[in-house]
């Protein structure tokens, strides 16, 4: 599959069936995560891969939708802030950062034929207090991930006019 069909055949997935993600596919794309350019090369970052049931349990307490509870893993993905890069005028990085390892994360999953959705909207500060993290990580993202029950939705994108001048 090249590339445009990888981004298109990517989507936020809502269902996912009860099979287990084989760990060389997982480690396949943690690898992929791990290459992921940042900010200075500073890898502000860090997953926690939950699959076992307590943990996707109380996962499911830090967002509470029918759907979420369907992904047999959910990787959380964190931001060390005493990690990031720091631009002179202040801006911080990490959140760029992420956002970059994070969807390395969903195409390289895509690619490997499983699923996955960004969840931004969950409770952040029950997610650190669960995991012990300390001041300065900052869980940003749960990425539920495996295979999908669901087919692939056609995506809804403003046309290349609206976007490039």
Not at 119 to 128: P, Q, R, S
């Amino acid at each position: 599959m090249n590339f445009l069909e990888l981004v298109r055949n990517r989507y936020s997935c809502r269902s996912y069936r009860l099979t287990s993600i084989e760990p060389e596919k997982l480690d396949y794309i943690m690898e992929c995560v791990r290459m992921a350019p940042s900010a200075v090369n500073k890898q502000p970052w860090h997953f926690r891969i939950v699959s076992d049931e307590s943990g996707l349990k109380a996962l499911g307490q830090c967002y509470n939708r029918d759907w979420f509870s369907t992904a047999p893993t959910v990787i959380v993905a964190s931001i060390r802030h005493d990690e990031e890069w720091v631009r002179g005028d202040g801006k911080p990085h990490g959140n760029i950062d992420i956002a970059i390892a994070v969807e390395h994360l969903c195409l390289a999953a895509t690619e490997q034929g499983l699923a996955t959705c960004w969840v931004c909207n969950f409770d952040a500060e029950l997610c650190k207090k669960m995991f012990g993290m300390s001041a300065d990580e900052e869980p940003a993202v749960l990425i539920p991930i495996g295979y999908a029950a669901d087919e692939v939705k056609e995506k809804k994108r403003k046309s290349i006019d609206e976007i490039v001048d």
